[in-house]
């Protein structure tokens, strides 16, 4: 009798035990193992407990299967992780891999072969209201982000600093960012022969940049509201001012007046040896619809449908791409 209850006792730990094998997935032996992490521990005896109920239905039983899988190869899932980092490691240093772009090399503005120079003015801060000094933050921000990450970044000004704090307060890390900083205007600073004031108002159409020239940009998003302000304002301080050659080069959808980070997008671009149709079409969005004009002036292909995804817009380093757009007139 008492070996008949004793065989059964045996049988019942062995279908108990077969309950708690799956393959290389022994959840017992793991459970012996000192090495596991006690919140492992934890996990596994719950998930062994409900292996172990009597009416465990055959889906449930694959799930909780799939949890100690996750459990018991976590160690090995992040050993193997770490063994792959080291070798990307050991592959960049030796110049078999590339760095990834968020980590490329920095190049400070004063070790770039670029020497054009584009100053964001930041005077305009009192004409807009604290939304519109938000999300103006937001695109000057942008052109920080993406001027840094260049491999040739251009000389970018921030001008008009003085009294702007309530712009600068909406830049984050501002004090340590490598750009050139002037409390006065452009005028003062660069002298009224060397600057150009980027307006899309302008009836004048800009050929190309020059490094002897600081090409200004309004560091404004005011919807409309100042339609011609910064075009009037060159005027009044008697520089030049010119409109980027978008009309030469691209049929748009939307209007041609561009956000603060578009247009030194498409600087940028140019400064950093693209043609001027590849500067824009990929410093526009797609929803703009820019489409490239052919050498006869007619319509062409939706570049931006070929190329959708311009280089920056899914780095989480550089933020969303803006859409304040500015609604003027074409
Ligand atoms: C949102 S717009 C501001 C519009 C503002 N009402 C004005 O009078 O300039 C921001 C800045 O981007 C630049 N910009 C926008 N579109 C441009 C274009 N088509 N050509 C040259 N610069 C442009 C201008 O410097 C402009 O001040």
New binding site residues.
């Given amino acids: 009798m008492a070996g008949k209850v004793e065989t059964a006792r045996e049988e019942g730990t062995a279908v108990e035990n077969s309950l708690l094998i799956k393959g290389s997935l022994d959840i017992e032996a793991t459970l012996r193992d000192s090495d596991l992490p006690e919140k492992d521990r934890l996990k596994l005896k719950t998930l062994r407990d409900q292996l172990l109920a009597q009416d465990i239905a055959k889906h449930r039983r694959k799930k909780l299967w799939k949890e100690v899988d996750w459990v018991i190869n976590r160690k090995r899932r992040n050993d193997q992780k770490k063994q792959e980092r080291k070798k990307r490691r050991l592959e960049i240093r030796t110049g078999v891999r590339e760095p990834s772009q968020k980590r490329a090399k920095i190049v400070r503005m004063a070790d770039s072969d670029c020497k054009i120079k584009v100053a964001l003015?930041l005077s305009?801060h009192d004409l807009m209201t604290e939304a519109e000094r938000t999300k103006t933050g937001k695109q000057v921000q942008r052109c920080y982000a993406i001027n840094r990450r260049m491999e040739q970044p251009l000389r970018l000004y921030l001008t008009g600093l003085r009294d702007a704090e309530a712009m600068t307060k909406n830049l984050f890390g501002f004090e340590n960012w490598d750009v050139f900083r002037a409390e006065d205007d452009h005028v003062s600073h660069f002298g009224k022969e060397k600057v150009v004031?980027?307006?899309?108002?302008?009836e004048v159409e800009?050929e190309d940049f020059s490094e002897d020239e600081a090409y200004?940009?309004?560091?404004?998003?005011?919807h409309?509201?100042?339609?011609?302000?910064?075009?009037?304002?060159a005027i009044e301080a008697g520089i030049r001012h010119?409109?980027?050659p978008?009309d030469k080069y691209v049929d748009m959808k939307s209007r041609?007046?561009?956000?603060?980070d578009?247009?030194?997008q498409i600087v940028l671009n140019r400064a950093n040896g693209l043609s001027w149709q590849e500067s824009i079409m990929r410093a526009i969005p797609a929803r703009k619809g820019a489409q490239l004009k052919d050498d006869d002036g007619n319509e062409g292909v939706d570049e931006n449908e070929k190329e959708h995804d311009h280089a920056d817009d899914s780095d989480p380093d550089l933020g969303k791409e803006s859409d304040?757009?500015?609604h003027?007139s074409s």
């Fill in positions: 003015d305009l004031y980027l307006t899309g108002d302008s800009l200004v940009i309004g560091a404004m998003v005011d409309n509201r100042h339609k011609g302000l910064t075009l009037k304002r010119a409109r980027l978008l041609k007046v561009l956000t603060i578009h247009c030194f304040d757009e500015c003027g």
